[in-house]
């Protein structure tokens, strides 16, 4: 370099140094041999301050061996150049000063400075900026696999290896803040072995500041080092030395706690790790938000799969109802294809669920279809699904029970209703465990239990061809037969006092007792309509008699229902007008039931007798006139 170049000269060779360095060491490495040249310099030295040291970033020249600390401290205090002897100190920024072994006159040395710091703050900035990347690509790596993660301890320490990983430190902890009982819980906790949790109160040390004032806190290197909770060191057996916490805030701005990073392996904690920090735990909140959330739905399904499981009680002592109950133990937890065989409302489905739910596919679905209700067509888009527009109604893409149904069980109701090209669609899909949606081209893989039911004697439709063959072996791998509530002796009872026990607790009434009589005409009625037409009769006695006992004649209209008009209801009516049309038909039976005596079929109904009169005159029946009675 010549003797006339100039102070311009120089900067251009120095900025051409920043575009060329990949670091701020690299670019004092390339750009102090420049100015020691340009300036006849013996040495130079870059120091940063690292309290309580010094750190060398570059030099250039013979490295002297005692640099003179004190004047760079001197000049970094007062941030101006400071001489001392042939040393000049010059302040770069905050931290780094320029240490110059040589003889410079004061006019170049100020021309010098305000060049370099301008230099160095470029170079800074682009550092920054480049460091500022690195780091968000790295919690971009960190993070995602965060967000699928359902186990909230696997992913609490997952983030706190990420933190000590991104900021250099010994430690790392995510407090997380229990409000309602005021503590913060520190996971992973350290040195706490025995649950691997830390609880303290939110008002507690540093954590406990940062949750309640929202604000980041740094602290150590001998400043606030006071402020460090020692309680919890002793607690720990750990010494905290530097310390870095910062508000977990969730995405609803609400704040769930902090997340701390102990013990920098290198100095203190930067403006730089702050901000890492802060990132880090933006993304930590929303991982920990869905988490929580998902944790919540599991533990609720559970819970749910626990009532639902709970709920489903099959009642009974007779040896028949014994044996089926023994045969569903058995058979629950393999995936065997089972066959429930009986008449309608023997608790084909009732039984289906109880094998469902004491399978382990009981945290899965149970979907029912019953193939009896729905026509050819409808058949195959609601078990296989369909693509948007694959028919005039198929305004979206549906999926089908057999989709919705994976990974759980499967019930196909009235399986002997299903029309001959269904039945062959449905064997295809259960021999190769795939679907095709309708209207669509791509195989779908399914993994579902079957099971099937049917009132109807499969065995004497295959012989007649109206039920395919290959299919009743592939559902009927165990069969199940179900008997009608008539040959189940005493069970009559039991469901009754079960069905009317119910529907008393949820009207909030005392459940009546059956008189004898009552009970005798419970057990010799046929109940062609098995359990379904008992849990009705029970709900009816349920709402409509008032007193502690049922009486025989309380069970008129069983008799009714087997044959007479009293049970068939008009379901095209209005709400108003079938209960004005079963009150006639009741009063009616119940006068009859009386053997026409007013005043006993008043006392039955519990009505005074002038009120039955009046009854009978607003629902316009036409009877008993008053005083064509002649009971009293
Ligand atoms: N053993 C039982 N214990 C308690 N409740 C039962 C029992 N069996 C059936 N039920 C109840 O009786 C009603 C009819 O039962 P379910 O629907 O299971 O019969 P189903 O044979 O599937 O009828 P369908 O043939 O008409 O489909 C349901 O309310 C069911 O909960």
Redesign the pocket.
């Known amino acids: 370099m010549t003797s006339s170049a100039s102070n311009k000269d120089l900067a251009l060779l120095i900025l051409e140094q920043v575009e060329n360095s990949s670091s701020s060491a690299k670019f004092w490495e390339k750009s102090l041999p420049i100015v020691q040249q340009f300036f006849k310099l013996e040495s130079l030295v870059v120091l940063q301050s690292v309290p309580p040291e010094w750190k060398r970033v570059g030099h250039a020249g013979e490295l002297p061996k005692d640099p003179p600390i004190q004047l760079a401290a001197e000049a970094l205090d007062k941030f101006a150049p400071s001489r001392s002897g042939t040393w000049i100190a010059l302040p770069l920024d905050q931290k780094q000063v320029i240490l110059m072994n040589g003889s410079l006159s004061d006019d170049r040395l100020q021309g010098l400075q305000v060049m370099l710091a301008s230099i160095h703050q470029i170079v800074e900035g682009q550092q920054q900026r480049a460091r500022r990347i690195r780091r968000l690509e790295k919690i971009l790596e960190i993070t995602h696999a965060w967000g699928q993660s359902e186990c909230m301890q696997s992913l609490l320490e997952a983030m706190a290896e990420a933190a000590t990983e991104l900021l250099a430190a010994d430690r790392a902890s995510i407090f997380l803040w229990d409000k309602a009982n005021k503590m913060l819980v520190g996971r992973p906790a350290l040195g706490i072995k025995a649950d691997g949790e830390l609880r303290i109160a939110d008002n507690t040390g540093i954590v406990g500041q940062v949750v309640q004032t929202r604000e980041p806190r740094r602290v150590g290197g001998g400043m606030d080092d006071n402020q460090i909770a020692r309680k919890i060191d002793q607690e720990t057996g750990y010494h905290t030395r530097t310390l870095l916490c910062v508000p977990l805030i969730g995405p609803q701005g609400q704040c769930m706690g902090a997340f701390e990073v102990l013990n920098k392996k290198e100095g203190l904690f930067t403006d730089e790790d702050e901000q890492g920090l802060i990132e880090l735990a933006a993304h930590a909140a929303v991982a920990l938000e869905n988490t929580q959330q998902w944790q919540e739905l599991l533990s609720k399904h559970q819970l749910l799969v626990e009532e639902a499981a709970e709920g489903l ?4 002592e007779s040896a028949v ?1 014994g044996a089926v109950r023994s045969t569903i133990r058995r058979i629950a937890d393999t995936d065997l294809a089972i066959l429930v065989l ?11 669920r109880s094998i469902h739910y004491l399978s382990r596919r009981r945290d899965q679905p149970f979907i029912a279809v ?1 193939c009896a209700a729905l026509t050819e067509t409808l058949l195959e888009s609601e078990l296989f699904g369909h693509e948007k527009g694959a028919f005039t109604d198929a305004h979206e893409t549906r999926a089908g029970k057999f989709e919705l149904a994976t990974g759980g069980t499967l019930f196909l ?2 399986i002997g209703d299903m029309s001959l090209s269904g039945q062959a669609k449905m064997l295809r899909v259960l021999e190769d465990k795939t679907i095709v949606r309708v209207g669509g081209s791509q195989s779908i893989h399914t993994e579902v239990r079957i099971l099937a ?1 049917t ?1 109807q004697d499969l065995g004497k439709m295959v012989r007649e061809k109206r039920f395919r063959e290959d299919l009743f072996f592939r559902l009927n791998v165990v069969s199940l037969e ?1 008997p009608p509530l008539r040959e189940r002796g005493e ?1 009559v009872f039991l ?1 009754s006092e ?2 009317l026990e119910n529907f008393c607790r949820n009207m909030g009434r005392n459940k009546p007792q059956f008189s004898t009589a009552a009970k005798k005409k419970l057990l010799e009625h046929p109940w062609p309509g ?3 037409e ?2 009705n009769l029970m709900e009816r006695l349920a709402y409509l008699t008032s007193g502690d006992r049922i009486e025989a004649d309380d069970l008129a209209f069983i008799n009714a229902g087997a044959g007479g008009d009293a049970l068939h209801f008009d379901f095209n009516a209005s709400l108003a007008d079938a209960t004005r049309d079963f009150q006639q038909k009741y009063i009616k039976q119940t006068i009859e039931n009386a053997g026409g005596n007013m005043s006993k079929a008043a006392k039955r109904l519990n009505l005074h007798r002038s009120n039955l009169y009046r009854k009978i005159k607003q629902l316009e029946m036409g009877i008993g006139d008053e005083d064509d009675d002649e009971d009293s």
Do not use: S, Y
């Open positions: 009680q099959l009642i009974g109802i009986g008449e309608n409302g023997t608790g084909k489905e009732i039984v289906a019953n109701d009235e039911a009132n179900l069970d469901l079960h069905f098995n359990i379904r008992l849990r």
